[in-house]
Each structure stands twice: as structure tokens, then as C-alpha cells.
């Protein structure tokens, strides 16, 4: 995507927000919030400014996190436990809607600046983890393909057809080159395309398993967060690949395998689980099956909407609506948490 089209993507989404908002202020279609709605978010840090940043979506500050929680409690927000969230939308429909709070990856600043905000609201919230991330055994490639193309202005790589040299001087050069790295990523076996992209940062001078390392908690860590009564760790594969695109078996031996893992970390089985990237294209329903059949209370995709009763057919396929770092205005998260733009976009909650 030009950085053109991502300005008039961003225009539009915020024009969209700045609508429902009002829409919601007038209390028009009141019934488009559903029961409630499951947030999900990833970094929580302090305001960096650097001249690239294509993960700038999955990070907010503490400040953010903390006017976004102000914010729903002043518009009515019940916070639950995301372990709840079954119950509430299966039981009789509470007089306040609820906010669920989910972390992805288990990132250090979760535990440094997310965990504080939380407790000052007595608000719960789940952590997923990955066991190859906090043992270091997998990488994360948008990070190192954020610091390989912030160091860099000319790169080698074989997308399929041949080494090819990639011109990454200008920071719009850059954004496209991390787009046809994702794709790349994507549209191949994630394995194998993954540790190519570590094999050419290697090749630079940049260490994927220290980024992960410098990044993600280790297990003492988790296990400090999860004495918090406000916090869950839930599971969140292995390896952090998509599973619409691995065997069924191998779906289940990464969930399995998660679950045991932040069992032995807290000593209880997680009831939760996340789909690594979370979109359609990553999980579909074949998977949420696997997910019930082992037993999950609950799954979440990253797929935007609303939880409402009819929720309750797709447990183990639910969506949630980012706190998107491009987006940090609290009314934008009112309108979003309304439901009115997923209504007026067809989604049926």
C-alpha cells in the first residue's frame, strides 16, 4: 500500500470514528454495542517518534491506556475478566455493557507500564503467550524487519525468483519493502520464510532472538504478572503462525503445547486462547473447532466487532476491537466500542 492510500485509509477510518462518536453522544442505535466488547492490545510504552515505524498500530502509551479506561468507565463500561466474558453473554443482559482487556505477545512494557494503569482501574486483564517467544526458541519478524530497514538503505533478499537488490533509502521505500516482506511471509511456508528474514538480518548485524529478548518477558517475569488478581495469561500457540495454514494436527499439538506451558507458569490451565494475527485469513472456523474441542472456554480472533448473544454460537471465534496506536483520541474508542460503524458496515451484532 502507497503512502497515499494509507493517508486517505487513515482519513477514512477517522472520519468513520469521529461519526459514531456522535451518533453514540445522541444515543442513537444504542443496540449496535451489543453486551460489551473484548479489547485487544500489544505494546504499552512510552511515546517514541522514530522516522520509520510500520508497527506504530500495535503500540500505545500509558497515558493512552489510561484516558481509554477513564473514558469507558465514565461511558457506562463494566471491566470483566475476558474468562467471564462466556457467562455474560449467555446469562440474562446486564444493565451496564463490559470491557474485556487482552494483551498479545507478552511484551515486557506489559508488566512495566500496561499492569499499573490496569490495577489503578481495577480492571482485569489477560496476557497470551507464546512459548517459543518467551523461550526464545522463535523470533518475531516484524520487529526484525523493523530494525534491519531502519538501519539499512540497500538490501539483498530472494522473494522466489532470484537474490534481488532492494533500494530502501526513503522511508516510503521502506514501508513498501516491509509490505512485500509481510506478504512474502504470508504467502509461503511461515517457517521457512521467517528464518530467511533472520538469516539476512544476521547478515546485518542484527540479532533476532536478542530483539525477542529485549522485548518479551521470560517465564519469572509471567509469573510475577500472573500473582496480580487483576491478571490471566492465556495461551497463544508456540510459534506465533498463522494456523489457518498449518495441519489440524499441528494445530492442535501448538495449542496443546501452549496450554501446557502457561499451566506450568501459573499452575492453572488457561480457559483463553488468541490465533497469532488473529484475521481471516490466518483462522477461520476449522480452527475455532480445534480450539472447543480442546476445551477453551473462549477465543479470540482480531477480527473487529462487538460481543453480543449471538456471540455465543462462535465462542471460540470471537472478535475484538484494537486500541490502535494510529488512532489515540478517546472518543474514537467510544465510537468504536459503540458498534456503530461495524452496525453500518453490515456486521450483525
Known sequence: MTSAKMLAKQIAITGGLEVANLLRATGLMRSARGRGAIFTLHHVRPAEAPAFSPNAHLEITPGFLDAVLTRLTSDGYQFVALADVPALISGP?????????????????????????????????????AKGLVERTHTIWWETLTALLRKEKKLRFDFGDGMEAIDVTAPAEKHWAFARFARYIHAHDETTAVLAVDATARA?????????????????????????????????????????????????????????????????????????????????????????????????????????????????????????????KTRYVSGLASGIPLKLMGNRE
Open 93 to 129: 443482559a446486564q444493565k451496564q455493557p463490559f470491557a474485556a482487556f487482552t494483551l498479545d505477545d507478552g511484551y515486557r512494557n506489559n508488566l512495566a507500564y500496561a499492569t499499573p494503569v490496569f490495577e489503578r482501574h481495577e480492571a482485569p486483564f489477560t496476557i497470551f503467550v
Open 204 to 328: 546485518h548485524g542484527i540479532d533476532p532472538v536478542e530483539i525477542v529478548d529485549d522485548l518479551v518477558m521470560g517465564a519469572a517475569e509471567l509469573n510475577l504478572l500472573d500473582a496480580s488478581p487483576l491478571a490471566s495469561l492465556g495461551a497463544h500457540t508456540v510459534s506465533h503462525r498463522a494456523v489457518a495454514r498449518l495441519p489440524d494436527a499441528e494445530v492442535r499439538e501448538e495449542m496443546l503445547r501452549s496450554s501446557d506451558y502457561v499451566e506450568a507458569i501459573s499452575g492453572q490451565r488457561p480457559r483463553t486462547f488468541a490465533y497469532p494475527y488473529g484475521t481471516r485469513e490466518a483462522v477461520t472456523q476449522q480452527q475455532a473447532a480445534i480450539a472447543r474441542d480442546l476445551g477453551f472456554a473462549l477465543a479470540v480472533t482480531t477480527q473487529p466487532g462487538v460481543v453480543g448473544e449471538r456471540s455465543r454460537e462462535s465462542i471460540t471465534y470471537l472478535p475484538r476491537l484494537s486500541i490502535n496506536g494510529l488512532y489515540q
